[in-house]
């Protein structure tokens, strides 16, 4: 018998053709079998989908449908629930469903025929049939009476630990875990997970970091911990560095059940685990769990969701919560909606010398163009001179360049908005990102008429040479002269660089590490007494109303890096210190940063951001397009918006006019961007819905416009 099947490719996100095909099949196949089909000249894979109304007026216009080509056979359907995150994911973030659905899938699955993936799963002996899936990975008797006795032996937890991993169990969650830096946060999900899959015999767990860099150490401890007790291949890791045909295995175990744990980055929320029932979130408020290209969803807000639709817990850690998160977490009071988010609090660090010092340096002090500032130095010379290790944090992080005169602290400030006007570099203007407010660089500082304005922070790359100078003479205690190592985006492009400048710092080879934010997360180096941060005052005054939010977690990510070792610290005889060079040493982030108090830094900038109606009080979009030309790009952002007027939850939001991105030509690229904003996220949600089709149209009218995107819940505007 022949059936019309309705199939999910891979579209084009400007086709137009959002919705599965339709295609004939000799069998009935289950929704969510992969199949392969031909798409023009190719042949794609493809995923079984509903729609069948689609499918019969497809039938109806008397198109000839064409057969699929072949079917996954060995491979289990993907199950209702990974469907509906897909729906989820593709409605929220405005791709289509085939796009997102197709890129969940591991590249190599995608080209793999059916006998190809058959001899490769007989080869991995990884095939599993139909229903007996779950009978195989359950345990054998026999394992089950051994399975005690086995079980792995973690730390004996703290008060604070158990009574964490308690709520954990009791409450439904979702779970903040607001923990300081070392207060034991790994070891909590490590239980946690262990609970879970002692508890559940088929149960799978996905524990989510934000960097690629931070997993193959925890990937080990996860392993030594587990696969003693449930066998080896029960933890898999998933993330972009991996080789094509290892992420096809973890996939496959994931997918099958046989992985009761994966370790994975942000790509890793979309997984297929038919038995997930916890979801980790490390390090919740790293912006790196936002993708930026192609569907640009939020991997710890998809987290959130997916917990949601398939039962699972969630559990999302921090130092320094997201301010979304953290408001999510808020208690519930007389004024305020009832908190979403169980707050859990593990203020203790583990067996640790208490936080550093922070300490200020009022870079107004200092004489003009200073770098480092002298009693800085004299202070990095001590430490080298005891063997101690410092850190150099630059804080250069792409933060759009506010003018400023160093003089009298003008800065250029947008007479319209609470925003400051971006410098760009040009056409030599000042721009507002918000209200795209124009004016002219000044020659001369508008408030003292000094000639020195400039734009707020600087070119850093000769640092590293410039403290070498400065360092000269310096011994460490072996005689030798300091040795000084460079960590960013630019020192380890290469593979394995950064893993080989890590290792350096571990043994001790490295006395002073200059590096950007790369250095400042979840490393634990065991000798670092001194960290230093310089050039923060750009984020301090950022047309990025989260820049703040940013540089407070940078400092105290940085912060806790230092005094790691109980022993070494005892050793220094020195308390470890924070150095923070500044034009603003009484702004409010520092006092807090002195503090060590997050609750307050937070509490602070959600009344801002409350007052201003900043998120997370209200919801924002990016339309951004690419043109040859500005003009091109701004005037099909201007139509697009004029045509906006009448639609369906337009009247609940504001559409900004036009305006340059901050690096606003890439490659020979003009880019723009309208910003909308709404304080419901239902009328965003159903006006982006109906925009859709009017850009499309409106693209092909604007044959100069190369591209347009949306980015829903932008992290940068
Ligand atoms: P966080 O992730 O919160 O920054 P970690 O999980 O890295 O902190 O823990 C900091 C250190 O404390 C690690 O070396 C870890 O092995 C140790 N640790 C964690 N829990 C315990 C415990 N219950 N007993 C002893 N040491 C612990
Ligand atoms: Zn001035
Ligand atoms: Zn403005």
Redesign the pocket.
Known sequence: MTVILSVLVPTPAHSGVGGPLSYLSEEALPKGTLVRVPLGHRELLGIVWDGETEAHAQAKTGLILRPISGVLHPLLALNPAWKSLIRFTARYYQRSEGEVALAALPPYLRELRPEQLTRRLKRKALAVHGKTAAADLAPSPGIAKHLPPALPK?????TE?EAVLQEIDLQKGPFLLF???????????MQAVQRLLQAQPTAQALVMVPEINLTPQLEQRFRERFEPWLGAGCVVAMHSAMTPAQRLNSWLAAHNGQARMVLGTRMAVLASMPHLRLIVV?EEHDPSYKQQEGARYSARDLAVYRGQLEGAKVLM?S?TPSLESWHHSRAASQEKPAGRYVRLH?PS????SALPLVRRVDMNRQPRRTVFAGVLLDAMRERIGLGQQILVLLNRRGYAPVLHCPSCHWKSQCPHCSAFQVFHKLDRTLRCHHCSHTSAVPRACPECGDTDVRAMGRGTEQLEELLATQLEGVRRPDGAAPRIARIDADSTRTKGALENQLAQVHAGEVDVLVGTQMIAK?H?FRRVSLVAALDTDGALFSSDFRAPERLFSLLMQAA?RAG?DAQWSEQFGHACEMWVQTHYPQHPLFEALKRHDYPSFAEKQLQEREQAGMPPFSFQALLRAEARTQDVAQSFLKAVSLAAAELPGADRLSLYPPVPLGIQRVAQVERAQVLVESASRTALQQFLTAWQPLLRSARTQHRAVLRWAIDVDPLVI
């Open positions: 973690g730390l004996a937890l703290t630990q923990g300081s830096t070392g207060s034991g946060k790994t070891e909590v999900y490390d850690g130092a593990m660090r583990m067996g640790l979840g634990d806790g790691r």
